[in-house]
């Protein structure tokens, strides 16, 4: 095994810069695949809601198969250059050209065509953020210096989201119209390339070399028989689905409940702001408490402030924005905590394996997020359109609305309860990892 040094060093300034800087241009062309690309699809090129949804969570399903290939793979990938850098070089320009072709389609583009290449920009978006996040697990050592790590990272994550959320209204555009699609991607196909550059020059990768070759199927079974690791991502998936609903449903909400379309883009940037100033807040919790307790705290306090939803309607927009305001305190934990989670899991894994396999648990745990977040598109549209929900209409019945605003607020609000639950005693605390690290600590000197 590799170095598990018993004094970790902490990354300066500029390091936790030039790391979390990638995280930007990756922010900003995430933010639409989730929240602006399935009402673009379905309102301005006009394919039905519940074939966006069907059609995006079979592309979801299939690139959840490509996770842990690419997961092993990473793990197993030794160069002069790293194990990281070599797949976050080769994603980018994959990453790019299916992001135009989704953000600037032709006209007639269809159900396939959204197929095609959403399917091919996942699988870039899985090589470059399984690589990215395994060599931010490697960076550091400590409990405490994981969660910094991480939260700036994040930090950056946000700010990349309040670019996007932001730029609808900079340029006097509609958020999920074809000029705001094209003018991210092309701030981003500029950004993304220079951010990497930077990453590169700046941070080095941990020399390792794998100890021994582990069987995937052995390999999973490890990892399932790792109570911390069922805990977590159980939480992880539940909590995805939460997050995802209203973030799909969120432009909707906006237009037909409110009723205030214009104002989707300021209550973006306000939901996102607020997260980008809790994140040294949860990070101080989390060291106080742990990062599942401050975790926990994240979510029941989102529930809290979710319970009044139900009661906003027409014209409430400054009641929907302290919603908003309150809600998006949450979001830093919601971000940063659970990575820095996972990394503890990686090393109670090293302990039992000998192995550090970051690539490997941030491809299933990437597996939960991108199934969370389909089940949320596909539950949402297919729903919205069962009950007979038009998203261009003008208006809809009570019953239509009622549904929206159900699965904008209520069903998060449970799975949000449901994923309480499970991470409320997880197993690695500061102490449990202190125990850990001297395990890892002494293999180090029989290896």
């Known amino acids: ?27 900003a062309l995430n933010l639409p695949f989730y929240v602006y690309l399935p009402t673009f699809y379905a309102r301005d090129l006009g394919v039905e809601l519940g074939t966006v949804g069907v059609i ?14 690419v997961g092993t793979l990473g793990d197993r990938t030794s160069t002069r250059f790293g194990r990281r850098r070599p797949w976050v070089l080769a994603s980018i320009p994959l990453l790019l050209f299916a992001s135009w072709r989704l953000f600037l389609p032709p006209e007639g583009a269809g159900g396939f065509y959204l197929f095609f290449w959403s399917s091919l920009a996942y699988l870039a978006w899985t090589m470059i953020l399984l690589a990215y996040s395994a060599w931010g697990a490697e960076l550091s050592a400590d409990y405490n210096e994981r969660s910094r790590i991480f939260g700036a990272r994040e930090s950056f994550v946000i700010l990349g989201i309040l670019v996007a959320a932001a730029l609808p209204t900079l340029i006097g555009s509609d958020p999920g119209s074809r000029a705001t699609m094209a ?111 401050a975790w926990s705290l994240s979510m029941l306090w989102v529930c809290c402030i979710f319970v009044f939803v139900p009661f906003l309607g027409e014209g409430d927009v400054w009641w929907f924005a302290l919603v908003c305001l309150f809600s998006g305190i949450s979001l830093g934990a919601d971000l940063a905590l659970p990575t820095a989670m996972q990394a503890d899991v990686v090393d109670a894994d090293s302990v039992e394996t000998g192995n550090k396999r970051a690539g490997f648990y941030f491809a299933l745990w990437s597996m939960a997020t991108k199934l969370s977040f389909a089940l949320a598109v596909g539950i949402a549209f297919v729903a919205l359109e069962q009950v007979g929900f038009v998203a261009d209409a003008a208006s809809n019945d009570d019953v239509s609305l009622f549904a929206l605003v159900s699965l904008y607020a209520l069903l998060p609000l449970v799975m949000k309860l449901a994923s309480i639950g499970l991470v ?24």
């Not at 598990?4 to 030039?18: S, Y």
């Not at 005693?425 to 202190?434: K, L, Q, S």
């Open 56 to 69: 995006l969570l079979l592309a979801r399903v299939l690139d959840v198969f490509t996770d842990p290939i």
């Open 424 to 447: 409320w005693n997880f197993e690695i605390d500061a102490a449990r990892y202190g125990e850990l690290r001297k395990k890892l600590a002494a293999a180090q000197g029989t290896t």
């Open 1 to 27: 095994m590799n170095e598990v040094g018993a004094h970790e060093k902490r990354l300066g300034f500029a390091d936790l810069v030039a790391f979390g800087g990638l995280a930007l241009p990756l922010a």
């Open 183 to 293: 003018s991210i991607f092309w701030m981003m196909a500029i950004a993304l390339p220079i951010a990497t550059v930077v990453l590169f020059t700046r941070i080095h990768e941990r020399p390792y070399t794998e100890a021994h070759a582990i069987p995937f199927v052995v390999g999973l079974r490890t990892a399932l028989a790792n109570r911390s690791f069922r805990q977590l991502i159980g939480a992880y998936l539940l909590n995805g689905v939460a997050n995802g609903l209203p973030a799909t449903l969120f432009l909707l909400f906006v237009q037909h409940v409110i009723v205030a379309p214009d104002a989707g883009g300021p209550l973006l940037l306000l939901y996102f702001a607020s997260g980008l100033v809790a994140i040294p807040f949860w990070l101080k919790v989390s060291s106080r408490i742990g990062k599942h307790r």
